[in-house]
T-cell receptor, first 112, second 113 residues
């Protein structure tokens, strides 16, 4: 069935360093890959998404890359700051479909 | 700003009770979802609805049912609460399947004792 594997489950970086979170999916029909950030005690919120017709997308300090052949996509955060500390979820779906499958989440700690 | 509001932030219920979790969105979204969030398991889909009175099972529907009588409201029902249903429950809404960003409620932490 549909499945998204997310690694690592926990990531600790020093402020200013980069952080990378990787996800692998199984459904070759998937064409939409969002990333959500959930700060402690708050609701998940979309931070960036990518569709299968592009290989990379950037928004200031965050970027997402997609390799459709290998069925994996990654979130890159550069120049990390303490406010980047949160749980990050990758997800996969397809436009026109209803289900979005989420990864298990990565807890990112940014040490000041 | 899209608002998705869940009726309770924290709930404590007894085993065997019938439990209602309510979710309301104010942006005329067609699609609504119920997820449960458990450590190490991410967000798992319980049920979703793509229109009024329409519902579909997600990945873990056992022990749950849903109701969508009005477009803005989606209710999750635990017919007979059990301790393994202790969890964080998140409601989400989305305009249509083509508009794929989901907006989440603040969550309801349910404890079944």
């Amino acid at each position: 069935g549909e499945n998204v594997e997310q690694h690592p489950s926990t990531l600790s970086v020093q402020e200013g360093d980069s952080a990378v979170i990787k996800c692998t999916y199984s459904d070759s029909a998937s064409n939409y890959f969002p990333w959500y950030k959930q700060e402690l005690g708050k609701r998940p919120q979309l931070i960036i998404d990518i569709r299968s017709n592009v290989g990379e997308k950037k928004d200031q300090r965050i970027a997402v890359t997609l390799n459709k052949t290998a069925k994996h996509f990654s979130l890159h955060i550069t120049e990390t700051q303490p406010e980047d500390s949160a749980v990050y979820f990758c997800a996969e779906g397809y436009t026109g479909g209803f289900k979005t499958i989420f990864g298990a989440g990565t807890r990112l700690f940014v040490k000041a | 700003d899209v608002k998705v509001t869940q009726s309770s932030r924290y709930l404590v219920k007894r085993t065997g009770e019938k439990v209602f979790l309510e979710c309301v969105q104010d942006m005329d979204h067609e699609n609504m979802f119920w997820y449960r969030q458990d450590p190490g398991l991410g967000l798992r889909l319980i049920y979703f609805s793509y229109d009024v009175k329409m519902k579909e099972k997600g990945d873990i529907p056992e022990g749950y049912s849903v109701s969508r009588e009005k477009k803005e409201r989606f209710s999750l029902i635990l017919e007979s609460a059990s301790t393994n249903q202790t969890s964080m429950y998140l409601c989400a809404s989305r305009r249509t399947a083509m508009n794929t960003e989901a907006f989440f409620g603040q969550g309801t932490r349910l404890t079944v004792v």
